[in-house]
Nanobody
Framework: QVQLVESGGGLVQAGGSLRLSCAAS??????MGWFRQAPGKERDFVGA????????LYADSVKGRFTISRANAKNTVYLQMNNLKSEDTAVYYC????????????????WGQGTQVTVSS
């Protein structure tokens, strides 16, 4: 059974940092990404990583503040979030797909349950 399990969410003050983790089990993936959904809004792409080469892509809204990395041995992807802003408040979802084109965020078809990130101003 394929599972993506996120952890690391919580409440943080503006300007603070959090690191989210997503542990994959049941199979390996070529591409993994992070998405977020704020109340009343659609789910948005945050960033993604190509598992083999480590190339990354970020949404403009988080570029320079968020960093995606992976730990191959643990089959885990991380989202380091620095200089958090109130507008980063959302449920953050880990996602994965078989294909290696990690930039195709419309093709991610495995999803975690989400973890809440709340940034207080």
């Amino acid at each position: 059974q394929v599972q993506l399990v996120e952890s690391g969410g919580g409440l943080v003050q503006a300007g603070g940092s959090l690191r989210l983790s997503c542990a994959a089990s049941g199979r390996t993936f070529s591409s993994m990404g992070w998405f977020r959904q704020a109340p009343g809004k659609e789910r948005d792409f945050v960033g993604a990583i190509n598992w083999s080469g480590g190339s990354t892509l970020y949404a403009d809204s988080v570029k320079g503040r968020f960093t995606i990395s992976r730990a191959n041995a643990k089959n885990t992807v991380y989202l380091q979030m620095n200089n958090l802003k109130s507008e980063d408040t959302a449920v953050y979802y880990c996602a994965a797909r078989s294909g290696s084109d990690y930039t195709r965020w419309d093709l991610y078809n495995y999803w975690g349950q989400g973890t809440q990130v709340t940034v207080s101003s």
